[in-house]
């Protein structure tokens, strides 16, 4: 062809440019068909895939938005029908629109920065719904394109309204009680230090505030659960936080701090004496009107602790106020505290207290006295009180003192067990040698409330062969007041074994006269406040007289305690009161100080002399003389002027060591003929 080219006289090298040319050309046509063909191929891809996405975007339950870099919607997914809106309301509006105004600024930071090549991003809002409430949600972003090449944001929320309000709530339980709905333990101690932390930092030119806490215990609420059941102790807490809450100030906190106490966080006070004066007045919205619970009324009063903050650890200014409660409650109650230094020092020693009576009450180093009770008219010792008492380094400690720790850390119960298993051993041998006396020991709310208190009276009287109706149980106003519920059923099953109940300190607590008619007793013991206003105060001696009275009347033995002057005793006599006890006839002592003081022929003879009185004492039954009382006595029944049977003790009225009307034993009986 090239030849034939040349021949007709063409260049024999344009056939090949021609050649190279169209090679080129159908080159150039295949590459551009083959880059039609592939972004066609793409194009079907992308609006494939497209397809898949806008699909899915329908099926999922979370919001899928498409946004511009504006944050524009500009697709919204289905699923914000649960929202209450519709994908058209929502194209062509703002997200701004639809964030918490305090979570836009968070919002609009991770946009941007997803929006300039940062990667995805995650952030939690809370959005408006149709409706106008608010949802929180979980939301991620990420760069979009679509088939309009434009770059957008692909926005992905998730709703989670339900586990932050399930959060909250556990939160809530966390730092709440659920019985008053105050704050708890956690809460103040986790705000404490906050609080001290604020008040401390004082504004330039002016005074720092006074942080303090309160501590509130209420008074007698033992006996409220004993009396009318846990629930309705339950609806007093609940109406006493509601009238805390109502004197407290909204910005200080006001917390149930456990069981019946509750404490009060004052974090901006003006002054320490303003923090006192809201103590006075939380005491005030306790004891100022009774509390309606299960149709009854109760008055209760509170014992409160006061503690300022001085700058130190948030925990030593709550254990501080707690401290200061504690010394109102054993103070008696119904008053207010200021917390002082020494107060914890005397904390630490009730600890150390606390720990030895243990070892001691373990070890079975607590000792017995015997307080002997006679019958006044004859002079004849028809009973004693067990005393415990305690010598703690060669110095004997106050029986009020370590009783109350032993009450406070729970001790009592295994002490007045010991104590019952002693007295009755020791009475069993008085009576298995020839003189049927009674002894009587006293018990606590806490001890008769213990579990199997009833089963261990019984088991301390068939262990030692003493018969239950010479064992009597003191107990307090207040327990057989309010008791009820396995308590006084258990008070009950005693007395039908025999056993016998007096009301100790008559008088001075709950019990009136108008109650003795209800109360399942045998023996009320009259206070030694009474017997010692007698012949100098004319009402004391009108209400001892009307009580002993009443006491014949309803067949119910009265003892007078307290007994310590020759014109008590013959005052008593006087008006007809039965039995007697105090320094004047003997102080409390040792088992062997009671049989000398029966006399020298213990424990076999000598104790059949003058049994011809009969004995309305103790169920003991008939007595020994104290002393030769019982002669004296014989002299009086005879019409001679004998002089008073009992003489004055010589040693001190009062001894620092003992409770009132108590004392150690002394060398002789003060029994005198």
């Excluded at 040349?6 to 090298?13: D, N």
């Excluded at 039609?36 to 339950?61: D, G, K």
């Excluded at 009674?438 to 019984?458: I, P």
């Excluded at 007994?563 to 039995?579: A, D, N, S």
Aim: hydrophobic share 45%.
């Amino acid at each position: 062809m090239a030849i034939g080219w040349a021949l007709g006289g063409g260049s024999f090298t344009e056939p090949a440019v021609v050649v190279c040319a169209g090679v080129a050309a159908l080159a150039l046509v295949a590459r551009i068909t083959d880059l039609l063909r592939r972004e066609t191929a793409a194009a079907a891809i992308s609006q494939e895939s497209e397809h898949r996405f806008r699909e899915l975007a329908e099926r999922t339950s979370d919001v899928v938005l498409i946004c511009d870099r504006d944050g524009i919607i500009r697709y919204a997914s289905p699923a914000v029908g649960a929202y209450g809106y519709t994908p058209a309301e929502l194209e062509g509006m703002g997200l701004s629109e639809l964030v918490h105004p305090e979570d836009k600024a968070a919002s609009a930071r991770i946009l941007r920065v997803v929006g300039s090549g940062r990667g995805p991003g995650k952030f939690p809002c809370r959005v408006r719904s149709a409706d106008g409430t608010w949802r929180h949600v979980e939301s991620t972003v990420s760069r979009y394109r679509d088939t309009s090449e434009l770059d957008q944001l692909l926005i992905t929320a998730r709703d989670v309204s339900d586990q932050v309000a399930l959060r909250r709530q556990l939160t809530y339980l966390t730092f709440h009680d659920g019985l008053t709905g105050l704050p708890n333990r956690a809460y103040v101690e986790d705000r404490a230090k906050d609080a001290i932390d604020r008040a401390s930092a004082a504004e330039p030119g002016r005074p720092p505030a006074q942080a303090g806490a309160v501590f509130i215990d209420l008074d007698g609420f033992t006996g409220v659960n004993d009396s009318v059941g846990h629930g309705a102790g339950d609806l007093l807490l609940a109406q006493a936080a509601r009238r805390l809450r109502a004197v407290v100030p909204s910005q200080d906190t006001v917390a149930r701090w456990g069981g019946d106490e509750f404490a009060v966080l004052i974090e901006s006070a003006a002054s320490a004496p303003e923090i006192v004066d809201m103590a006075e007045r939380l005491a005030g919205a306790i004891a100022s009107e009774p509390f309606l619970v299960a149709d009854r009324e109760i008055s209760l009063t509170a014992s409160i602790g006061v503690a300022f903050a001085d700058g130190g650890a948030a925990g030593h200014l709550l254990r501080n106020a707690d401290v200061a409660m504690s010394r109102a409650k054993t103070s008696g109650g119904g008053r207010v505290e200021v917390f002082a230094a020494h107060m914890h020092a005397d904390v630490m020693r009730r600890l150390e207290m606390a720990s030895d009576l243990r070892a001691a009450v373990t070890a079975g180093r607590l000792a017995l006295e015997y307080q002997p009770v006679v019958e006044l008219a004859t002079s004849r010792v028809i009973g004693v009180e067990a005393l415990a008492r305690w010598s703690r380094d060669g110095h004997a400690v106050p029986p009020a003192e370590f009783l109350r720790v032993a009450e406070d850390s729970g001790l009592i119960v295994s002490l007045g067990e010991r104590v019952l298993r002693e007295a009755c051993a020791q009475a069993a041998a008085w009576r298995s040698s020839g003189w049927p006396i009674g002894v009587s020991v006293n018990f606590s709310l806490r001890q008769v409330t213990a579990a199997g208190f009833a089963a261990s009276v019984l088991t301390a009287l068939s262990g030692s062969g003493l018969p239950p109706g010479a064992l009597t149980l003191e107990l307090a106003e207040r327990v057989l007041i309010e008791g009820a519920g396995p308590m006084a059923d258990g008070l009950a099953e005693l007395r039908r074994h025999g056993v016998r109940l007096a009301i100790d300190d008559f008088g001075t607590g709950y019990a009136s006269l108008a109650y003795l008619r209800q109360l399942a007793v045998d023996i009320i013991k009259i206070d030694p406040s009474f017997v010692a206003g007698l012949g100098g105060d004319a009402t004391l001696a009108m209400l001892t007289r009307t009580i002993i009275q009443v006491g014949h009347d309803l067949g119910i033995e009265v003892v007078a305690e307290g007994i310590e002057r020759p014109e008590h005793l013959e005052l008593l006599r006087e008006m007809g009161c039965g039995l007697g006890q105090g320094y004047l006839i003997a102080r409390p002592m040792a088992a062997s100080g009671i049989e000398a003081l029966v006399g020298s022929g213990w424990p076999g003879g000598g104790l059949g002399a003058d049994r011809g009185g009969e004995s309305h004492g103790d169920a003991a039954g008939q007595g020994a003389p104290a002393g030769q009382g019982a002669a004296a006595a014989g002299a009086v029944e005879a019409g001679q002027d004998s002089g008073p049977e009992f003489v004055p003790d010589p040693g001190p009225a009062t001894d620092p060591v003992l409770d009132p009307g108590e004392a150690p034993a002394s060398p002789t009986p003060a029994a005198a003929p």
